[in-house]
């Protein structure tokens, strides 16, 4: 069976082999901290072990439920922010059909999201869908008191008991938070709504592969075990061998530094099928949050191609010579489709005619790939064989163990966020919040 494998060569112009292999002590060391726990933010490394260890009772649990909400439910508003999300998210939108009357036929449900951003429109809008729509809610916070998913859960949870009725709304409610305290937590316990845990030690950004992503996915009728199967391989591959040369994750981890430390500060995530676009979303949270402080950190961006490169392709090929590319390359796609003969040929494409579009696809990836090293943009590549659950469970666990190596490299703790929190003091300040009367102060100066 293939597998993930890691591609650098097309960094090689740029860097040189001895400047990766230097790093092959240090990344020694990060393993050893994380899987001893002796590093900075250990306490939320339950993440690390999870693919392998995770209970086939609470994998039963999660599935029930999932079929529940499946009968019951045309539609499944998942009401979550970052981590909360974006996770299920990725993964839903890889391996679902990629169009709403397609997952109809399919049977399962709509797999909707709220909570993630404060637009009045789009909860009205939301809320007109689901006054036609059967529908259940997840929702998904460690506190319950986060502004963009109470508000949302707020607002939902008062839609689906006008609509259904107080008992029958209890019944469509499932909340994961917290094991003991907080506010969902209390509120969850009084309603009676069925509960699932976030493990206190696993931050939000690496808890897809905890019930916060895997209700959701599979309330969306993916297989979940699957995922969990390609995580454990991934996992179980990195602890053998932390070697650059035969381990992906390690590779990955050394390269991306050492470009770093050449000025090479903005990484791209490139994806050539749209189905990967909220991956990419993932992988900015991810590595973003992760590595983004003390005043260091690669920025992480991304792009899809091949649309983009009729729009941002002009200043990856010719801007500021301050980024790499990490290209996330699909080996077989799920159909097959080929370039139809025409006769009149007015479009001058019968030279593509028999060919498969994932043939045309690649060529404009390998094209890509060499005209923008030619350029002075290095090239990563992360192979993966198929989109399935396996690979992605793989392509999940590869970059959230590559995000935490690599965040030690930086010397930063990987897994904390506190300049998050700034903009929520301001904003509580602006909204007058009980208690915040000296940041309201502090901001009327700069407001005037």
């Avoid at 979550?80 to 996770?87: F, K, R």
């Avoid at 709504?193 to 493990?199: G, I, Q």
């Avoid at 930063?412 to 003091?425: H, L, S, T």
Wanted: some cysteine; proline content about 4%; overall charge negative.
């Amino acid at each position: 069976m293939e597998h993930i494998n890691f591609d650098y060569s097309g960094a090689l112009n740029f860097i040189e082999e001895k400047e990766i292999l230097s790093l092959q002590d240090k990344i020694n060391e990060n393993y050893e901290k994380i899987y001893n726990k002796t590093g900075r933010g250990s306490d939320f490394l339950g993440w690390v072990n999870l693919p392998s260890s995770f209970s086939t009772d609470l994998i039963g649990k999660i599935e029930k439920t999932a079929s529940v909400l499946r009968t019951k439910s045309e539609v499944v508003v998942v009401v979550g922010i970052g981590g909360s999300y974006l996770g299920a998210r990725a993964v839903i939108e890889a391996l679902s059909p990629q169009f709403n009357l397609l997952k109809k036929k399919q049977g399962n449900p709509v797999v909707l999201f709220a909570g993630f951003n404060i637009s009045e429109d789009y909860h009205n809008e939301l809320l007109q869908v689901l006054n036609e729509k059967e529908y259940s809610l997840i929702v998904i916070s460690k506190s319950g008191t986060t502004t963009e998913p109470a508000i949302a859960f707020r607002l939902l949870r008062r839609h689906l008991e006008e609509k259904y009725g107080v008992d029958e709304a209890r019944k469509r409610i499932v909340a994961i938070t917290d094991k003991e305290k907080g506010a969902l937590k209390q509120l969850a316990t009084e309603e009676g709504y069925e509960t699932f845990v976030v493990p206190d030690d696993v931050g939000g950004r690496f808890s897809v592969l905890t019930p916060v992503g895997l209700l959701p996915i599979a309330v969306a009728g993916i297989d979940i075990k699957e995922l969990l199967k390609g995580a454990a391989y991934m996992e179980k591959t990195v602890a053998v061998d932390y070697s650059v040369k035969n381990n992906p994750v390690s590779a990955y981890a050394a390269v991306r530094n050492v470009l770093y430390q050449k000025d090479k500060h903005v990484e791209i995530l490139v994806n050539y099928m749209p189905r990967l676009h909220y991956i990419t979303e993932w992988w900015k949270q991810l590595y973003g949050e992760s590595e983004g402080k003390e005043g260091k950190g690669i920025f992480p961006a991304g792009v899809d191609f091949t649309a983009d490169l009729h729009s941002m392709g002009q200043y990856l090929q010719e801007g500021m010579r301050i980024m790499f590319e990490t290209v996330i390359s699909i080996k077989q796609p799920k159909t097959e489709l080929r370039v139809p003969e025409d006769e009149a040929n007015l479009d001058n494409l019968n030279y593509l005619a028999g060919k498969r579009i994932h043939e045309v696809n690649e060529k404009a990836e390998i094209a890509t790939r060499l005209a923008h090293i030619e350029g002075g943009v290095p090239n990563l590549t992360v192979n993966v064989p198929a989109v399935s659950a396996y690979y992605i469970g793989e392509l999940i666990y590869f970059f959230e163990m590559a995000c935490a190596v690599s965040g030690y490299i930086l010397d930063v703790n990987p897994f904390d966020q506190p300049g998050v929190e700034a903009y929520k003091k301001n904003m509580f300040a602006l909204l007058g919040k009980p208690g915040f009367d000296e940041e309201v102060e502090k901001l009327k100066k700069h407001l005037g």
